[in-house]
């Protein structure tokens, strides 16, 4: 059920009504069978998959947490009795048992998400590769198809395992809570992908109908839609005609092609995400931001850390910081050392974490090379970045331009373009056609036709272009507007008559110019195949 | 405590570590840093840091750092 769809419309005010006229002790319940009611929509033979990765999740989360509650009781009863010796071989031996439960869970929720995502993308390479040798086989390509948010809802099962097992916060005794947190969903679709911590409280307690919150959630939703239905859905067929006519569309057309994915994908994506925070929203839930306003980031660093933030901060935590400071990496690296001398070895923990993790965030987006280049080129600029720092130093005290407004200017558009560079092989077919059109921005210079009427046969009219260039600058607006405090606040603080005059202007726009209606389909999102 | 402080200018040189409590908050130091940290931290005082302790209010200002390393000290 797509969000922009009409039955997401009635399916959340049918919801709505009942969430806040049965007893509030009752609505994460009534949230929980909403869940599964939307899940059921995406194919009732995907549940079997999140039912189990459900299970798996809670008896693993409850023996860990079983085996926690016995350490500490143990350790208790017996204060006096033990030494110090003592009480660490018993927190390790009961350390042992938890790690194998938390194993034995990642490897079965993993493992799903494995067969179902990646056994086709891994046969089809290892077939190809005996082919290449010469070796007759007869390995059979299979494809699944991909339970809804699979990606997503693992991650976030996975967080919270690994929260449990180190200890974070005590276990989900509820099976039916765990169920709701793993299920909720607003952010089934595209994420962000929460903590248990940060989404309980709200997740499980009781709201009142809030009027003001409410209307906040609104309109955020009201926000996304616009982002959604007028730039992002009417952007679409201008980047397909591009990327799908790679032999037509190559030199400018590479640029905008870049340029268009890049506002389509930002529109498309944090349309979705202000979507799934507006529903939770009006059911009283507070979901983390995802984005933090990314094309003013100055790094791709910084890039990283304000586009998408709820994936870059689970690979974070769960993956780089625990391969970066493991005792055998700290070991490897003190070996190294002595070996290169202090600055390869200082250097080994935090490149084997860093390439391990872009390959796998590469990975995370999809079972194709395409990903997995474009992870690994992420991580040689976020390497090579690290390694200027002591060169751009210089030169910014050289010249004095750091805190200049142009120099500033320049960094963020260099940021933009070089993502954008390295974005455009989510869309191109292969890695070699995208390559091959990297080369074309270089080598043809066709500019002219950008000026000479070619850009109205990419299937945008001049009135889509006129829709989209406002869509735009009011975007840009509010991103510019909304630094330090939030739009919607200072919309709050404004006289009723502006206030209603946005909401209905932003209604207006959405329903004359949103890409929909007869002869269009609302697409799907982006991410949602992620 | 001088140690940490010396670890930290080795690190940032441009940064007044005995004042600042923001170092994560505002972004100081990165998560590439606090693996060169931790790292020179297990070495220089034979500890080990779970990776559980990595949380902003352990690594925010160097008087944090050392009361991590103290309370790791004790524990060991």
């Known amino acids: 059920m797509l969000f922009t769809s009409y039955e997401f419309i009635l399916f959340a005010v049918v919801l709505f009504v009942l969430y806040y006229i049965i007893p509030k002790k009752f609505q994460w319940m009534l949230l929980l069978l909403a869940s599964y009611v939307f899940y059921s929509f995406a194919g009732m033979g995907y549940m079997v998959y999140i039912l189990a990765t459900t299970l798996s999740t809670y008896f693993a989360g409850r023996r860990i947490g079983t085996l926690q509650t016995i350490q500490t009781d143990y350790l208790n009863t017996h204060k006096e009795a033990l030494s110090r010796e003592e009480r660490k ?39 190809s590769l005996l082919d290449f040798m010469n070796f007759k086989n007869n390995i059979p390509i299979l494809r699944f198809a991909l339970p809804l948010g699979i990606s997503f809802y693992t991650f976030q099962t996975m967080g919270y395992i690994i929260d449990v097992y180190r200890d974070k916060y005590p276990y989900e005794k509820n099976i039916f809570k765990l169920a709701l947190f793993i299920s909720f969903f607003p952010q089934l679709i595209q994420g ?33 839609f616009f982002k959604k239905l007028v730039i992002a859905d009417r952007l679409l067929p201008a980047v397909n005609t591009i990327v799908r006519n790679p032999e037509e569309y190559q030199g400018v057309y590479v640029l905008v092609g870049m340029f268009f994915y890049a506002i389509q994908l930002y529109a498309d994506f944090t349309g979705g995400i202000d979507i799934a925070i507006g529903v939770a929203e009006v059911f009283g839930i507070r979901l983390k931001e995802n984005f933090e306003r990314p094309y003013f980031s100055k790094s791709i660093t910084e890039y990283w850390r304000r586009w998408h933030i709820s994936l870059g901060s689970w690979f974070r935590e769960y993956m780089f910081f625990p391969i ?42 999809g079972a194709a090379w395409n990903f997995i280049v474009w992870g690994l080129l992420n991580c040689l600029v976020i390497l090579v970045s690290q390694e200027c720092i002591p060169l751009y130093q210089r030169f910014h005290k050289r010249f004095n331009v750091l805190h200049t407004f142009w120099y500033r200017l320049f960094q963020v558009a260099r940021t933009f373009w070089l993502m954008s560079f390295l974005r455009t092989l989510d869309c191109y077919r292969d890695v070699g056609t995208t390559f091959r059109m990297y080369r074309t921005v270089f080598t043809r210079w066709n500019w002219n036709e950008l000026f000479s009427g070619e850009l109205l046969g990419l299937g945008l009219t001049m009135s889509d272009y006129i829709v989209l260039i406002l869509a735009v600058l009011l975007v840009l607006y509010v991103s510019l507007a909304s630094r330090s405090v939030g739009f919607r606040e200072q919309l709050a603080v404004k006289p009723l008559t502006v206030r209603y005059l946005s909401y209905f202007a932003l209604i207006i726009f959405i329903l004359i110019f949103g890409a929909y209606g007869v002869g269009y389909d609302a697409s799907q999102f982006i991410y949602s195949q992620f | 405590m001088d140690k940490i402080i010396e670890i930290l200018e080795g690190m940032h040189p441009e940064v007044d570590f005995n004042t600042c409590n923001t170092l994560i908050d505002d972004k100081i130091i990165d998560s590439f840093d606090i693996v060169t940290l931790i790292s020179e931290l297990s070495e220089e005082f034979d500890i080990s840091i779970p990776v559980e302790e990595i949380i902003p209010e352990n690594f925010n200002s160097a008087k944090a750092i050392h009361a991590l390393i103290e309370r790791l000290l004790e524990d060991e």
């Not at chain 1, 938390?102 to 079965?108: D, G, K, R, S, T």
Request: charged fraction near 20%; aromatic fraction near 14%.
């Open chain 1, 324 to 365: 970066s400071v493991s005792k055998s990496m700290l070991n490897l690296s003190k070996s190294c050392r002595k070996l290169f001398g202090d600055a390869i070895g200082k250097r080994i923990p935090v490149y084997i974490a860093t390439i391990l993790v872009w390959f796998t965030t590469g990975v995370w987006h």
């Open chain 1, 192 to 224: 962000p992908i929460s903590r248990f911590d940060d989404l309980k409280e709200t997740l499980f307690g009781e709201h009142s109908f809030d009027a003001k919150a409410i209307s906040f959630g609104l309109q955020r939703i009201l926000w996304g």
């Open chain 1, 89 to 127: 071989t018993y927190k390790a031996r009961i350390k042992k048992k938890q790690r194998m439960y938390l194993v034995l869970c990642m490897v079965f929720n993993f493992g799903i998400l494995a067969v179902l995502k990646y056994s086709g993308f891994t046969l089809l390479n290892v077939k």
